[in-house]
């Protein structure tokens, strides 16, 4: 037997040295959408990316990578 399992979709980015989990408002919008979506309530993510996605427990995690305040 075969069981399929559909991961969740998670969002995470780094704020002042900790990690800010975020839900998925809506399964059917794009990573780019979400991300649009929460800039409203977090500005530093006006100028943050979507990076490059990793599964872990069952879920596929989407990093917001802030550009914001980087040096290089």
Do not use: H
């Given at each position: 037997?075969?069981?399929?399992?559909?991961?969740?979709?998670k969002?995470?980015?780094?704020?002042?040295?900790?990690?800010?989990d975020?839900?998925?408002p809506?399964?059917?919008w794009s990573?780019?959408?979400?991300?649009?979506f929460y800039?409203?309530?977090?500005p530093i993510?006006?100028?943050?990316?979507v990076?490059?996605?990793?599964?872990?427990?069952?879920a596929?995690i989407y990093?917001?990578e802030?550009?914001?305040g980087t040096?290089g």
């Amino acid at each position: 037997m075969i069981l399929v399992t559909e991961l969740k979709r998670k969002f995470v980015f780094r704020e002042k040295q900790q990690t800010i989990d975020l839900s998925d408002p809506d399964a059917q919008w794009s990573p780019a959408e979400v991300l649009n979506f929460y800039a409203t309530q977090y500005p530093i993510l006006t100028t943050a990316k979507v990076g490059a996605y990793t599964i872990k427990d069952d879920a596929i995690i989407y990093p917001f990578e802030c550009l914001l305040g980087t040096k290089g």
